[in-house]
């Protein structure tokens, strides 16, 4: 009975509590600055088929710094053929490493037509993957069956530059119980399957010291796949060989380079 009694005295303070936040217009919560509810009125807006004013909340979210809204307004702008009113919301979503931004632009870009537009729009497709992954990254393996228990330390250089990361270079070393075991130099490449899933392949060349079976020179290879994490890293699991090594499975994890050189920086 006690328990019946909370609930009648508690439910009409629950529903006057939901009934004030309902009584708040989006509307007038986006004019105060609330850009969830500019985009929540804009939707509500085009359902309701007033796209003049969707537009114009879809705007004060894009003006405040949601991408949310800047996609939604050049989709809507794009929709309604005003093509050149459609490219900037869309810039400021593509510079911000967004790939669904790379992606919508390609689509204005094709809508556009003419084969300098072609190109831009191929062009965004090929970057639209790659863009939130860092220039460079530091990655720690753990190397199993080779030819003794080995860590192995890379650099991974992947700007932009080297077609939208596809290419990579770097150095790895490799270490046992022994002390470090060979020194390599690489060249890679890697497709983006999608902004998550990063097959790759390297070649290595390099040194094999004393701590390894075949001191001297070093070649080998690796291929594997990339579980990519945006700006943060990757994990990954590969196969590989070297003189210095044998063959060998190994899985890792890397890291965003500027987050490995500012946690350095700030080491007593």
Same mark, same amino acid.
């Given at each position: 009975m006690r328990r019946l009694a909370f609930l009648a005295v508690m439910a009409p303070l629950l529903v006057a509590c939901a009934t004030t936040r309902q009584a708040v217009p989006r509307s007038t919560s986006c004019e105060k600055g609330s850009l969830w509810a500019c985009n929540e009125w804009g939707e509500q807006l085009l359902q309701d088929g007033d796209r003049t004013q969707a537009e114009t909340a879809f705007s004060k979210a894009c003006d405040g710094g949601s991408t949310q809204g800047c996609l939604a307004l050049g989709r809507l702008r794009m929709a309604d053929g005003n093509l050149a009113g459609a490219e900037a919301p869309f810039v400021t979503v593509y510079e911000t490493d967004s790939e669904e931004g790379a992606l919508a632009l390609a689509d204005l870009y094709d809508a556009r037509g003419g084969e300098a537009h072609a190109r831009a729009a191929a062009r965004l497709r090929r970057e639209a993957p790659a863009l939130d992954k860092p220039a =460079?990254?530091? +990655?720690?393996?753990?190397?199993? *069956?080779?030819?003794?228990?080995?860590?192995?330390?890379?650099?991974?250089?992947?700007?932009?530059?080297?077609?939208?990361?596809?290419?990579?270079?770097?150095?790895?070393?490799?270490?046992?119980?022994?002390?470090?075991?060979?020194?390599?130099?690489?060249?890679?490449?890697?497709? =983006?399957?999608? +902004?998550?899933?990063?097959?790759? *392949?390297?070649?290595?060349?390099g040194t094999a010291t004393r701590a390894s079976r075949d001191p001297g020179f070093n070649v080998g290879a690796e291929v594997g796949t990339r579980l990519a994490l945006g700006y943060f890293g990757h994990v990954n699991v590969a196969a590989g060989m070297s003189r210095a090594s044998g063959n060998y499975m190994s899985v890792g994890v890397g890291l965003n380079g500027l987050f490995v050189l500012l946690m350095l920086l700030h080491l007593p």
């Open positions: =460079f990254d530091f +990655a720690m393996q753990y190397r199993v *069956g080779a030819w003794r228990p080995t860590a192995d330390l890379a650099l991974n250089i992947q700007p932009m530059a080297f077609l939208e990361r596809r290419l990579n270079i770097g150095s790895n070393l490799a270490y046992t119980s022994r002390g470090i075991s060979e020194f390599n130099g690489f060249v890679g490449y890697q497709h =983006f399957v999608n +902004a998550w899933v990063v097959p790759y *392949g390297r070649l290595m060349l």
